[in-house]
């Protein structure tokens, strides 16, 4: 069966890794709970007198756009089940899968799930979020309050800010896999018996973040509970990922053709070292070149993968804990001669399904969680094995050939056996999922190099990179590397690198004076990495054709990096995007600092260094005269020599476009930030002031019909010992605003109200030209776009029939479903009765405090 076909409630993938952390509690110490709330609760959901409230939600704020569910799995399974958007701005829209990059289109996931599989008194039992062939779900939430999915946000600007956010975006479900009730869970096929439940709740906390190094990939957090009255034995927990990677708009099954393979280790930053980072990955087989051997939009050229990041911390140690685990892919199908798996000879268990691919029912999944093989790559699978190994080779003929080059296969990536749980506790899992790019290089790598009996000369083609980079981000994220959390005196795993001298101790060779470089945390979560400055609030003022941008720079540059508890800000950018997608946002102005990066000779090493950070141009010109121009001094071959024969050379740490000009000037500059004013608060000293910019940009020469979404980020210097310049994101702050009149103006003017297009003709290609289906989720005879411009800020608009029944009406308000804008109101051409309207002349209504406005609307169908 192909990815096309309804498989089970979702799961997920996409050129990103999906990075496992598997951590203890806090030390991490086993929590014992009071079970009795949790009991009652149980037995109300076993029997399932209420309908459990199941949700999803999706993260939106990075360049990953991900569906998270509270029922045990991840993605919308490539919106193939018309899983929608429940609130917010996209309700009602397709929700995404794992889209990557946000907006384009293109997804690598069709559904993931947690699998936890143990021993509970003398049965094997497994519980799953998707079974992802057979229907099988069994983990569900509560009815009602308690089974709502919540979102907290660390932004302050945010509805949704909490002191207790972890990130940017976190949604936090609970569920439990408890309910037993065959409306909702489906038996066990295989065993011919209703599902028996381990006993556990599960808490679920996923996390995102728009900053440059942490924006492509999203953070969960399991908290698993025992909640049963007996002891959960030999627990193993799984990653189920089946990682269908195309663009829906791509011709043929995309799903049919992925890779799925394992990768250890990397080349570190460090010459003659790897870091080991253990990635099971898929992706797509070519990318999908269009003819020629080009990629376009619509081509998937990336990777997915799974990695465990961290094990049980163990009493007394430092750093990640080793943990065994197992990778394992396989093939399904309704034909049980193509449903295989690699498997070996010493290690085989016969499914009893007659196939040897799809370990169905909860002894073959608890076998396979368990198992520690670890498959070779898929790209690899024609190569005759049965010499040298004891894998078994399929029993189709043809069918090893056929996988190589490109197949619909899941993979299981595996860990355990855990700690025995006894009643009351717990045990932790993280698991990320990370976004890369440019795994295929080139559009005809595939055709040229693809030779089944020498996979090498593919695979060599293939990047890894970007991926590795964006899975190490992902594991520092969490445990930051050098940082001692709990006080403990543990601050990680290090290289030791760049050592000076050596010394012989009784014949071994010992380095000394070497650089200490940590790659891995302490063990103790951290979830936070250094954010870029806050973005600045935006006060935008449309008029005809224009909008004008205002903003303080108090939050952006006053604001303390959380690392360095440095001011680090440097300056702005503004963008303007058709619609709200990073991949849509267009740079139109920039501003910041006249500063300089000093790069000084150090006499014994003959090396140049930064050794501070950027020195704004007053600074320089007070440590060396006023005539002083560090452009004249760019490079080692051309360096300044101070007072004491010191060497520097100096760049300019981004642009240096400062514009003072207009903070006592009043010329009106359009398409340019310009600082319009200083301002001063008190700063924690009494009596000291800290100073800001105020700032304006004006955008002229616009569309008064076509809506704008307008940003400003923040970006500052970087970190000089590890980090390039941070920007925050376009998506943090953006406004949609309409460079028409605005409500203010409307009522201060008694503006009559006007409608466009109108008429409306069927035959003009509006979503061609960006009046509709704006965001690119798929057309349909509900993006269709009347508009209502020169609107008080509240109103109610009411469309009649000649005959004078009503057609529909709705309420234009602040933050209303129907509400472009304060000024600005749009209809869907959908009646009351939701059906679409017929051609003809209808009459609408504006109730305002202006009074009642009438006109007449012309739709040309």
């Not at 942490?214 to 034995?233: C, K, R």
């Not at 964006?470 to 760049?498: H, I, M, R």
């Not at 800001?692 to 704008?708: H, R």
């Amino acid at each position: 069966m192909s990815g096309s076909v309804w498989r089970g409630p979702l799961v997920a993938a996409a050129l990103f890794v999906i990075v496992l952390l598997l951590v203890a509690a806090p030390g991490f110490a086993r929590m014992k709970q009071d079970l009795t709330a949790e009991r009652g609760r149980l037995e109300t959901l076993a029997r399932a007198a209420v309908v459990p409230n199941t949700q999803n939600r999706s993260h939106r704020v990075g360049n990953v756009w991900m569906t998270i569910t509270n029922y045990g799995f991840f993605g919308s399974q490539f919106r193939q089940s018309q899983l929608n958007e429940m609130e917010g701005p996209y309700a009602g829209m397709p929700a995404p899968s794992f889209e990557f990059p946000a907006g384009s289109g293109v997804n690598y996931l069709f559904q993931g799930a947690l699998w936890f599989g143990a021993i509970v008194g003398t049965d094997t039992l497994v519980s799953v979020g998707a079974d992802g062939w057979q229907h099988v779900n069994e983990t569900f939430p509560v009815d009602g309050e308690a089974g709502t999915i919540r979102e907290l946000s660390n932004r302050q600007s945010s509805e949704f800010f909490s002191v207790d956010a972890v990130s940017e975006q976190d949604y936090i479900a609970v569920y439990y896999d408890t309910l037993t009730d065959q409306t909702y869970v489906a038996p066990d096929p295989d065993a011919g018996r209703p599902h028996r439940p381990i006993g556990l709740k599960i808490t679920q906390k996923s996390y995102s973040w728009s900053y440059d190094y942490a924006q492509d990939f999203i953070l969960i957090d399991f908290i698993l509970h025992n909640i049963s009255t007996q002891v959960i034995e030999k627990p193993y927990m799984a990653l189920y990922v089946d990682a269908d990677c195309w663009h829906e708009a791509s011709p043929g099954a995309g799903y049919a053709d992925d890779y799925s393979g394992y990768l250890e280790t990397v080349p570190s930053s460090f010459p003659g070292l790897l870091d080991t980072i253990n990635i099971a990955w898929t992706a797509d087989n070519d990318g999908d070149p269009i003819s020629g051997g080009v990629f376009n939009y619509l081509s998937p050229t990336g990777i997915s993968g799974t990695r465990v990041v961290r094990g049980p911390s163990e009493p007394g140690g430092c750093g990640p804990a080793p943990l065994h685990y197992a990778f394992n892919w396989w093939t399904s199908n309704g034909d049980t001669r193509f449903d295989w798996g690699p498997r070996k000879e010493t290690n085989y268990r016969d499914y009893g399904t007659g196939g040897d691919g799809t370990p169905a029912g909860d002894l073959n999944k608890y076998y396979i969680m368990s198992n520690r093989e670890f498959d070779y790559d898929q790209l690899f699978s024609a190569i005759d094995y049965s010499e040298s190994t004891d894998w078994r080779a399929p029993k189709q003929p043809g069918l090893a050939r056929d996988i190589a080059d490109g197949y619909d296969t899941r993979y299981l990536f595996s860990f355990g056996p855990l700690a025995d749980m006894e009643p009351g506790e717990s045990t932790y899992v993280t698991v990320g999922y990370v976004g890369g790019e440019g795994f295929h290089v080139n559009g005809d790598d595939f055709q040229r190099f693809y030779n089944p009996d020498n996979p090498n000369l593919f695979y060599e083609k293939l990047d890894f990179s970007d991926f590795a980079v964006n899975a190490q981000w992902a594991a520092w994220v969490f445990d930051n590397p050098g940082v001692d959390t709990d006080s403990s005196g543990c601050f990680g795993l290090f290289y030791e690198v760049n050592c000076k001298d050596t010394v012989n101790i009784g014949g071994e060779i010992v380095y000394e004076n070497c650089d200490t470089v940590y790659y891995a945390g302490d063990g103790v979560p951290d979830f936070k990495g250094p954010p870029p400055p806050p973005a600045p609030n935006l006060d935008v003022v449309a008029g005809p054709g224009k909008l004008t941008i205002r903003w303080t720079g108090q939050r952006s540059e006053l604001a303390p990096d959380d690392f360095t508890l440095r001011r680090d800000f440097e300056g702005y950018r503004a963008y303007v995007a058709d619609f709200n997608t990073l991949v849509s946002y267009a740079l139109v102005a920039s501003w910041d600092l006249v500063d300089f990066r000093r790069y000084d000779l150090n006499p014994s090493s003959g090396r140049w260094v930064q050794n501070n950070d950027p020195i704004r141009l007053d600074t320089l010109l007070m440590m060396y005269g006023e005539d002083f121009d560090p452009l004249l001094y760019p490079s080692p071959e051309a360096p300044f020599t101070d007072e004491h024969d010191s060497l520097f050379y100096f760049e300019p740490q981004d642009w240096n476009q400062a514009n003072l000009s207009r903070i006592s000037g009043t010329d009106t500059v359009f398409n340019e930030i310009q600082q319009i004013a200083i301002d001063s608060v008190e700063s924690a000293v009494p009596g000291v002031y800290d100073y800001f910019g105020v700032y304006e940009l004006i955008l002229d020469n616009l569309l008064p019909s076509q809506p704008y979404y307008i940003s400003v980020t923040a970006f500052d210097y970087g970190n000089r010992e590890m980090l390039a310049p941070l920007e925050s994101s376009p998506l943090v702050n953006a406004v949609l605003s309409y460079p028409a009149n605005s409500a203010d103006r409307v009522v201060a003017e008694g503006l009559k109200v006007m409608v466009y297009p109108n008429p409306y003709r069927i035959s003009d290609d509006y979503r061609g030209r960006g009046y509709e289906d704006r965001e690119r989720s798929g057309w349909s005879e509900r993006s269709r776009r009347v508009h209502f411009v020169n609107l008080p800020e509240r109103a109610k608009i009411t469309i009649f029939t000649l005959d004078g029944d009503i057609v529909r009406e709705f309420e234009h308000e602040p933050g209303g479903i129907f509400s472009s804008s304060s000024s600005t109101a749009w209809w869907d051409l959908i009646t009351r009765n939701t059906q679409a309207v017929v051609s003809g002349i209808y009459i609408y209504a504006v109730e305002s405090e202006l009074g009642t406005q009438l006109g007449k609307i012309v739709l040309i169908k």
